[in-house]
């Protein structure tokens, strides 16, 4: 269980790291990431919508309140990394490889926080009596 919960907080530590690096990025350099994102078709004004969301849902992930805001935001984030490799692979500009890149700890850290999570269901269950048989 221990284990479990390290590798959960360094793989959601490695992907907010990413996530926060790629909107600092964004800022920095935005003439590029607005050329690279006409490109690839997108409006450059979605570079700042993206960039709100995501610092957004770093957030959600860290402070880990409700259930039901985490799992949209591991879903968002995943919709907005296949999309983006997906975005590559179709205009043939660069491989995507960034998005696979932090999609690996992005699922790594979904899998360890549902088992945590059903852990913690099952030592809530130890004890009670269930009556309704």
Same mark, same amino acid.
């Given at each position: ?19 926060? %690096?790629? &909107? ?16 690839? #078709?997108? @409006? ?6 993206? #960039?709100?969301?995501? =610092? ?10 409700? /259930?039901?805001?985490?799992?949209? =935001?591991?879903? #968002? ?6 999309? #983006?490799?997906?975005?590559?692979? &179709?205009?043939?500009?660069?491989? %995507?490889?960034?998005? =696979?890149?932090?999609?690996? @700890?992005?699922? &790594? ?8 999570? /059903?852990?913690? =269901? %099952? ?11």
């Amino acid at each position: 269980m221990n284990s479990n919960k390290t590798m959960y907080r360094i793989s959601l530590g490695i992907f907010c790291l990413a996530i926060l %690096g790629a &909107v600092a990025n964004s800022i920095v350099n935005y003439s590029t990431v607005a050329e690279t994102f006409l490109k690839l #078709g997108y @409006p450059s004004y979605l570079i700042e919508i993206l #960039g709100v969301a995501q =610092v957004i849902g770093v957030l959600l992930l860290i402070l880990n309140k409700g /259930q039901w805001f985490i799992e949209w =935001v591991y879903a #968002g984030f995943f919709l907005n990394l296949i999309l #983006g490799f997906i975005a590559h692979l &179709v205009s043939n500009y660069g491989n %995507g490889a960034s998005a =696979v890149l932090c999609l690996i @700890p992005l699922l &790594v850290s979904y899998i360890l926080y549902k088992r945590m999570e /059903q852990t913690e =269901v %099952g030592k809530n269950k130890i004890g009670d009596i269930n009556y309704n048989v």
